[in-house]
């Protein structure tokens, strides 16, 4: 069996005329953190939304395997169930729910109560910030709280694929040193990630291997370490 969690082949997405995505192919395997990085408009957030069966009316070509099963066809709300996590552009938390309420419908297909504790409890460790403000409404909360508020959430299904939008953006510096450090910490719990950003050095010093997206095409792929020493990626993406 292969240790792939998730396999990308000649992926194509079209919206009307404008080609997003223009044939792609990625791999993510088995307890890896990739990065997929590239610039504004790369096409980087339509391949996520490809794979979680989410984007407006258009034309998908191409495989998106997830587990070995193909998810063609795959409603965004069953993915939960299948263990396959998203945490969107702009996060998408509840906002006139609580925190703990937030993280109980993260868990909403699971109905082992004290697991479900025991993971809010687990998780408000990682986050002690969300634990402080555990009855707080999600909408009071900063674009930072609310960035780990919707990881813990995703978390709270077990997901054996998690999916990362641009977890910094808009965030202060501190903030997104503190995002990486907890991104650093699930994937060092085994959880294969997949996160899309646009800062390139942090995303590659987390990462395993990288994929470099730019103008709807993979440009280039290779082990993290390597390519923050590329001269290329430096130029394009690290502003070296
Ligand atoms: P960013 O980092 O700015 O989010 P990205 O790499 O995630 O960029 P995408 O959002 O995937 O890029 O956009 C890729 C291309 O597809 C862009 O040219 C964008 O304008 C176009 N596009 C995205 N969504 C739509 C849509 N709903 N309708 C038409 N064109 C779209």
């Not at 069996?1 to 791999?27: F, Q, R, T």
């Not at 504004?40 to 998908?60: M, Q, S």
């Amino acid at each position: 069996m292969s240790d792939n969690v998730l396999k990308v082949s000649g992926l194509k997405v079209a919206y009307g005329g404008i080609k997003a995505v223009k044939g792609i192919d990625l791999e993510v395997n088995q307890g890896e953190l990739i990065a997929l990085i590239g610039a504004n408009g790369a096409g980087k957030t339509t391949t996520l939304k490809a794979i979680t069966g989410t984007l407006p009316p258009c034309k998908v070509d191409g495989t998106i395997s997830y587990k070995g099963e193909s998810l063609k066809g795959t409603k965004s709300f069953h993915l939960v169930e299948k263990k396959l996590a998203m945490v969107p552009e702009g996060r998408g938390v509840f906002t006139r729910m609580t925190i703990v309420e937030n993280l109980m419908m993260g868990a909403y297909t699971r109905n082992d109560k004290a697991g479900i504790a025991a993971d809010i409890a687990k998780w408000f460790d990682v986050f002690p910030r969300l634990k402080e403000r555990a009855q707080q409404l999600a909408g009071t909360l900063s674009g930072g709280e609310q960035q780990m508020l919707a990881m813990a959430r995703a978390l709270m299904c077990h997901p054996d694929l998690l999916l990362l939008d641009e977890p910094s953006m808009g965030l202060s510096p501190i903030m997104v040193e503190k995002i990486f450090e907890v991104i650093r910490n699930v994937s060092q719990q085994g959880i294969t990630i997949l996160l899309v950003e646009q800062n390139a050095k942090l995303a590659l010093q987390a990462a395993h291997r990288g994929y470099v997206m730019d103008s709807g095409n993979i440009t280039m792929t290779g082990n993290a370490r390597d390519m923050l020493d590329d001269p290329r990626v430096k130029a394009a993406y690290l502003g070296e």
